[in-house]
């Protein structure tokens, strides 16, 4: 649900010939932020947990359980990381289904592969991975801060949280704040048959995986002394 309402905000904004054609990044950000709202209610009997940064950095915080009854140990930190980039996949196509006939018109192929991935405005590795780690360090530490669990904040406040980051954030690199949200539309896009779609950009798949796992692990050990 995740993916298939962001990835579809962003496709209604980016790609010819749809209504929403260019309507801007504040719609993309509004989006993106209602798509989390959803995500987070669909997902609750895992805990609300949609994105890897968010279950590592619960793990190194200390957490006891991600969810009533799943208590934290490695086979269920496997479980969960493999359904969070599982979903985020099958979102992915879900939006290539949607708005097929949109991908077969004539555009940049950096244009579809923005529909299912993040990339920089600005090329810089380096810079790109400090973006997307403070940008996570955010997104985690403030919900930790609201009540250590997202089910518990409720999904509103983490959606406002979302739109926050990406308003204030988001330029630089797209703000991906979740490696499976990255990742597993990358793959989609790798394996899917898009008319003219051009490079995965594998060169740079690694900033928005590792960055925010980093934000995100850092995030917990912080809360964990602070909060």
């Known amino acids: 649900m995740l993916l298939l309402l962001g990835g579809g905000v962003v496709a209604n904004v980016i790609l010819p010939k749809n209504k929403g ?8 950000t509004f989006g993106w932020g209602l798509a989390v709202f959803s995500g987070v209610y669909v997902a609750f009997r895992s805990g609300a947990h949609l994105n890897p940064a968010v279950t590592l950095g619960l793990l190194a915080n200390g957490a006891k359980d991600y969810a009533p009854g799943v208590p934290v140990s490695f086979s269920s930190t ?17 939006v290539f289904l949607a708005y097929k006939k949109h ?11 923005g529909v299912f991935s993040t990339g920089p405005a600005i090329r810089s590795y380096g810079w790109n991975f400090v973006t997307e780690v403070i940008g996570t360090f955010v997104l985690v530490f403030v919900i930790l801060c609201f009540g250590k669990t ?14 926050a980051i ?12 979740n490696p499976a949200r990255d990742l597993g539309p990358r793959i989609a896009h790798a394996l899917l048959p898009i008319k003219g779609k051009g490079s995965s950009d594998w060169a740079y798949s690694w900033v928005p995986v590792f960055g925010p796992i980093v934000g995100g692990m850092l995030a917990g050990l912080v809360a964990h002394i602070y909060v």
């Not at 054609?21 to 993309?28: E, L, P, Q, Y």
């Not at 991908?103 to 592969?113: G, I, S, V, Y």
């Not at 990406?166 to 704040?177: C, D, R």
């Open 21 to 28: 054609f260019d309507s801007g990044w504040v719609v993309i």
């Open 78 to 94: 496997l479980v969960y990381l493999a359904g969070e980039l599982t979903g985020a996949f099958l979102g992915a196509v879900l």
């Open 103 to 113: 991908f077969d018109e004539n555009a940049d192929p950096a244009t579809k592969l």
């Open 150 to 163: 997202p089910t518990q904040v409720g999904p509103l406040a983490v959606a406002l949280l979302v739109v």
């Open 166 to 177: 990406g308003m204030s954030l988001g330029g630089p690199t797209g703000y991906a704040i």
